[in-house]
């Protein structure tokens, strides 16, 4: 009887550059991985195909395709709702591409599409911090940008089309940096990796202030780090602003959302030492008198290569809920 | 039989100044109303006693306190998870105040409370254009402050605490003005009645542009509209910029929670006719792209002197549901 139950799901993380696919079980642990080049794929219907033969070879190898319950994928710009990925900006396929549905006619497992924030922000109430909180917040500071989630009432508040959560797209300088998105002075060209460097860039370009990153060459998040670990006073100062203009946004984010915890996920955690206290400073001093001794500011204890698809594995235990596309 | 069933409920917002009693009933007509000037009871327990006396007034003369179902009320500051008013900065009364308990005890009904904000949009969900809507926003802007909140899955999104919605306080310039909630530039310090004087009063200072507003003595906000009326070019850029900072305060909140629409409300509107189009403009502009095509913004069809008791009456329906504390 016992193998008559499906006890593994597919969570699968698709970025621009490398797609990941991985069996889960029902703890959470990652029974095995596979990974291919999403650029290797400039045709939707090629990709799919892909999939679907890893997802065979991947549960051949482990138990067999009769073990495997459902799929979830994380994707950016993805939509619960609909089940496709809506004119992504830095994906080869472009408009509307009904993903979900095309990898389930494929493979004929059930498949749910979610957007990655949203998808990281499942991973995170059932496998993380969150776990037990009806509100959270979570944030992810990529390297180019910056993505975000959030629960209400113990569920990912989508809004009315699958896009809320957007706080890497708030503007925060109408006069500011150009975005990819067409607008100026969006959050994510402040406080992603790139964002972080280019304010680095501005610094050395507009002051005459000694600093180590002046030798550095090409500047790399790394260096950045390094060199305000030595002190370097120009390096601590591009920290301290990152830090603070964080800070205020992740405050306002708060003041409206009102909720248990902020967690703080994403690659730039791994550099960022000297962004946190400056960070935590103006959270604090930023927030509505009235949630500021309650809200807690966490960084998520799940680490960022398993995050995506733990995530994706979460949506797929969950597709009964989250397929309701045709 | 029919005398059984009790048909009305008691509508009450609580303010600085005033407050309002109403008695409404399933269709939202509202049947009755009074008044007390919150001001003359310095100690709540006074107040109480007097609204249980109004209540019972107004009661007796339209079908007797046996045809009152329920008591809701809207306040400042209030919290509908714990029933009390907490640290509201211009009440008179201090501290953490029981004040639905204490009426529910005094008066013998169910009573709920709720933050003036999230009470508006329940008003809104079943009277207003929000009927039908899972996810919208509501800002009021008013006298002296911008009260918001939200709506999740058909619910007020209250927060873990009970304050969500506070777009009011959220910074929009950190040296910006000082702010009765002890921080500098929150919103409602530029877009409420009196952010908008200061701003006029500002520009008059650091300019010497002919303005019809310089022979106006003590500036109004009706004064600032008729005299854009007239054309007044300082007039009109003070609504100008009005309209600017909220268009993108709007936007940067509508991105984050994805709603169907972002009703506005509050006794600002009634004076605004030069504010709009440029708010309009900087919303739509402002918005995160996949979803510009999408929100609506939109006016509320109640008018400003029914909307809290209406409100309050629909809390009184739920009371069931919002009185949880003991």
């Known amino acids: ?37 999403t650029t290797d794929y400039p045709n939707v219907n090629g990709f799919v195909e892909a999939l679907a033969e890893h997802i065979m070879l991947l549960s051949e190898a482990n138990g067999g ?9 994380s994707a950016p710009s993805a939509n619960f709702v609909t089940g ?11 408009g509307i591409i009904p993903l979900a549905a095309m ?16 998808v990281s922000a499942l991973g995170e109430s059932v496998y993380g911090y969150a776990h037990g909180m009806n509100t959270f917040i979570i944030v992810t500071l990529g390297r180019k940008g ?13 809004g009315a089309d699958g896009f809320a959560g957007e706080i890497g797209h708030c503007c925060i300088d109408v006069n500011g940096r150009p975005c990819n ?8 060209r402040y406080v992603s990796i790139q964002g972080i460097l280019q304010t680095a860039r501005e610094m050395l370009e507009q002051t005459d202030h000694p600093s180590l990153l002046r030798s550095a060459g090409e500047l790399t998040i790394e260096q950045l780090k390094t060199c305000a670990d030595h002190g370097d006073e120009l390096a601590r100062e591009v920290w ?29 955690l791994e550099h960022a030492k000297w962004m946190m206290a400056p960070m935590e400073k103006s959270f604090y001093d930023s927030l509505f008198h009235n949630i500021r001794s309650t809200i807690r500011l966490l960084v998520s204890p799940i680490n960022n290569s398993d995050r995506d698809v733990l995530g994706a594995s979460v ?7 989250y397929s309701l596309f045709k």
Chains 1, 2 share one sequence.
């Not at 959030?150 to 990912?156: K, R, V």
């Open 84 to 94: 496709c990925i809506e004119n992504a900006g830095n994906m080869p396929w472009k």
């Open 103 to 118: 990898l389930r006619d494929s493979i004929g497992l059930a498949v749910a599409l979610g957007n990655d924030a949203h």
């Open 146 to 158: 910056v993505g975000s989630g959030f629960f209400a009432y113990g569920q990912p508040h989508l």
């Open 240 to 268: 301290n602003v990152a830090g603070t203009t964080l800070g205020i946004s992740l405050a306002n984010y708060a003041t409206v959302v009102n909720p248990e915890a902020v967690i703080l996920t994403g690659e730039l």
């Open 1 to 37: 009887m016992e193998n008559e139950i499906k006890t593994k799901v597919v969570g699968i993380n698709v970025t621009s550059s490398v797609t990941l696919i991985a069996l889960v079980d029902i703890r959470g642990n990652i029974l095995a991985k596979d990974t291919l080049k």
């Open 181 to 188: 998105c067409g607008r100026k002075g969006c959050l994510e």
């Open 65 to 73: 395709y009769q073990t495997i319950r459902s799929v979830g994928i």
């Open 315 to 321: 949506l797929a235990w969950k597709v009964k809920e």
